[in-house]
């Protein structure tokens, strides 16, 4: 209880945006911990010199931050990783280890996981399909296996029928204070890519799509950053789902998904500027419902966050393709307005892998959300891709 209430301490007064108790704008990193020192001694006298440690931070649970605001943790987060990263509290951070990362093969009856030492395993079971084409999947902060996003894309892909879907279960990394799993993001990330060389052996790598939500889209840029550095060749497409944008600055400690990551990265921005980043990452960008960081039907930046991952998933649906079509253009309402080029291509699993540049597509508030999708078809209540179908 004691370390929670610290963790929380911190976290609010860093949300304030660097101001001392005093009401004293703080400059420094050094300054901040000061603060922070200062304000626990007003708690209680066993909290005055007692920071969290990374360490600490990292095996505390996540539910110590529910009912704060969700823009006053996210910012703070931003700014945790940036005192961390100048002060010597970085050390102690625990990494990922590679007996604690599984793959897990997904098919509409059998869900079967295989450590990522030996994830060339998968290629011999019976319920992976060598003629078939290889999604892998690393899903964002606080998700589990058991995630909506996951079951979401596995029941998408598993209706179309012609791929492998690979779900990457890293939870142990990303379902900490958000901060240390950002910081874990590049060695996970390596972790993977040892598992897609044993993938390999027997796929063919333009047979492999690398898909990532939130902090799962920088490990898969990671993991596709490792797999060039240890083969010299890169996967032909990876697929960003609303990067992470918390601790993710450019010119800092960490590196995002980026292109050159693989030969082709489209990514979608959903909350653009909140949890996701706002600046263009792939060879295509796609800002769905424009530049707006709260989508139609959502209140929430975690909504519009999750909204990435419900708008690739409807597009991966056989028929519902075409169901995002994008329009080169600086704003949404320009294209409503029909300002801007009446050319468009869709977003999500049938994009064309030879466009560039940044696009910007309408969306509904409900589902279907694509709004060139027809408003009668329940998509998520279809038995597609479900046991009983198989």
């Not at 991952?309 to 995002?324: A, L, N």
């Not at 940044?358 to 408003?375: H, Q, T």
């Amino acid at each position: 209880m004691l370390l929670k209430l610290q963790i929380v301490v911190a976290i609010l007064l860093i949300a304030c945006g660097y101001y001392g108790i005093n009401g004293r704008f703080v400059a420094s990193s050094d300054h901040v911990l000061e603060e922070l020192k200062s304000l626990a001694s007003g708690v209680g006298r066993s909290l005055k010199s007692r920071i969290p440690s990374p360490r600490e931070l990292l095996h505390s649970s996540k539910q110590v931050l529910i009912g704060l605001p969700e823009r006053a943790v996210f910012g703070a987060f931003h700014k945790i990783c940036s005192i961390y990263l100048e002060s010597d509290k970085i050390n102690p951070r625990i990494s990922p280890n590679i007996s604690d990362m599984w793959f897990q093969l997904r098919t509409p009856c059998h869900n079967v996981s295989f450590n990522v030492q030996e994830a060339e395993k998968i290629l011999e079971s019976p319920h992976f399909d060598l003629n078939k084409k290889v999604v892998v999947f690393v899903s964002g902060w606080t998700t589990t296996l058991n995630s909506s996003s996951v079951a979401h894309l596995a029941k998408a892909y598993n209706c179309r029928g012609d791929y492998n879907f690979i779900a990457v279960n890293a939870s142990d990394y990303i379902d900490t204070i958000y901060t240390w799993s950002a910081f874990n993001t590049d060695e996970m990330g390596r972790i993977v890519a040892i598992g897609l060389e044993k993938l390999t052996t027997k796929i063919p790598m333009e047979n492999i799509h690398l898909v990532g939500f939130s902090l799962g889209a920088h490990i898969v840029g990671s993991a596709g950053r490792y797999f060039y550095k240890s083969t010299g060749k890169r996967f032909t497409r990876i697929t960003g789902l609303d990067p992470a944008n918390p601790c993710f600055n450019e010119g800092e400690y960490l590196s995002g998904l980026q292109r050159g990551d693989a030969e082709f990265v489209d990514v979608i921005h959903t909350n653009p500027g909140g949890l996701g980043k706002r600046s263009n990452l792939g060879d295509v960008d796609f800002y769905a419902g424009g530049y707006s960081n709260v989508k139609p039907g959502c209140n929430l930046f975690s909504c519009s966050h999750q909204r990435a991952w419900r708008y690739y998933g409807e597009s991966v649906y056989p028929g519902h393709e075409m169901d995002f079509m994008a329009t080169r253009c600086k704003s949404l309402r320009k294209v409503d307005n029909g300002k801007c080029s009446t050319e468009a291509i869709p977003m999500g699993f049938e994009v064309m892998t030879d466009v560039k540049g940044v696009y910007v597509v309408g969306v509904n508030a409900k589902s279907p959300f694509g709004r060139n999708a027809n408003p009668d078809d329940d998509i998520i209540q279809s038995n597609c891709g479900l046991c009983d179908s198989e």
